[in-house]
């Protein structure tokens, strides 16, 4: 598998490379290589579980939440019954949409 380029409005936005070729540019940019595997999977946490209650605070409907975040509103909806563990990406950009330093900050 080599690399593969995900575009966003016709730009590329990330490029995902195998974890061999990911652990030698840690390597090579003079940092330490992840020891963990990336498919360990984390439990949802407390703040993932209470997102409806901050977006409806906050005012939010789903498909603005969604729209601004860049994902589909049953995608959003999946991740507030907890049917779905959103990935970083989709974390952060929740995180700051809603106004959070960070995810970890509202759990």
């Given at each position: ?5 995900i ?17 030698a540019?840690?390597?090579q ?12 999977r ?9 997102l ?56």
């Amino acid at each position: 598998m080599g690399t593969q380029i995900i575009m966003r409005d016709g730009e590329p936005e990330y490029a995902v490379i195998p974890w061999a070729d990911y652990q030698a540019l840690l390597e090579q940019a003079g940092r330490t290589p992840v020891i963990e595997s990336p498919d360990e999977r984390r439990p949802v946490r407390p703040a993932l579980a209470a997102l409806r209650a901050l977006r409806e605070e906050q005012g939010h409907s789903v498909q603005a939440l969604a729209r601004v975040v860049g994902i589909s509103p049953s995608y959003l909806d999946m991740i507030e019954r907890g049917e779905r563990e959103p990935n970083d990406a989709i974390k952060r950009a929740l995180a700051h949409a809603l106004g959070l330093d960070g995810w970890e900050a509202g759990a």
